[in-house]
């Protein structure tokens, strides 16, 4: 495979109603549409690249069975599954309950460094005889933030874009201010590792 037309010969479909993962496709110059299934995302392991690449997969599952039964949809299809999680000292923090949950995390990750792993599954379908090709990955960022007073962090919860982000804050945002430093990826502290994606894509399909 040589370029992303060949990438998107499948029809795309993003697993998820995550808009900071929608933009990143956007940013590859990817056609998609989204189908998103609410998934239990109870944690069966503690440990982070293992975890997301778990959600990811019962992400990529419960819309292949959405597929499986909408007629309308033309196969062959490419489902895209992905989720994130900051671990702190190997921690896992996910999106904040409430607001004193996202002053805790916060309170954690202030002044320190920690990690953002996002697992991706890719499921296939339409090949041949109607098979389910997989793949499932982690791709994992240092994320070394600025020390924060108890002010500074209950005024950035206070702005609401905490709470839906694992870890509490949003590197693309506000939370911006904070971060000193990072190592890897920064699409993938925002939610999805675009180069790793690509590259996984185009050896795989």
């Not at 190997?90 to 202030?110: H, N, T, V, Y």
Request: net charge neutral; proline share 3%.
């Amino acid at each position: 495979m040589n370029d992303k037309k060949q990438i998107v010969q499948s029809k795309l479909i993003l697993a998820s109603a995550s808009p900071r993962r929608r933009d990143i496709l956007k940013q590859m110059g990817l056609e998609f549409s989204v189908l998103a299934a609410d998934v239990d995302e109870k944690l069966t392991t503690d440990i982070p690249s293992l975890a997301v690449e778990e959600l990811s997969r019962r992400k990529a599952l419960a819309c292949l069975e959405k597929v499986k039964g909408e007629e309308s949809i033309q196969k062959p299809v490419l489902i895209l599954g992905a989720d994130t999680v900051v671990a702190c000292e190997g921690r896992i923090l996910g999106k904040p309950s409430d607001s004193e949950d996202a002053c805790r995390m916060l309170s954690l990750l202030q002044g320190r460094s920690h990690q953002v792993y996002t697992g991706v599954t890719f499921m296939r379908l339409g090949g041949k005889e109607g098979e389910v090709q997989r793949k499932t990955f982690y791709e994992v960022t240092d994320v070394h933030f600025y020390p924060m007073t108890q002010e500074e962090i209950r005024l950035y919860v206070d702005t609401g874009e905490p709470m839906d982000k694992a870890g509490a804050y949003g590197i693309q945002g506000l939370g911006a201010r904070f971060i000193r430093r990072i190592e890897g990826d920064y699409n993938n502290v925002v939610g999805l590792p675009a180069a790793r994606l690509y590259q996984e894509a185009k050896d795989w399909l």
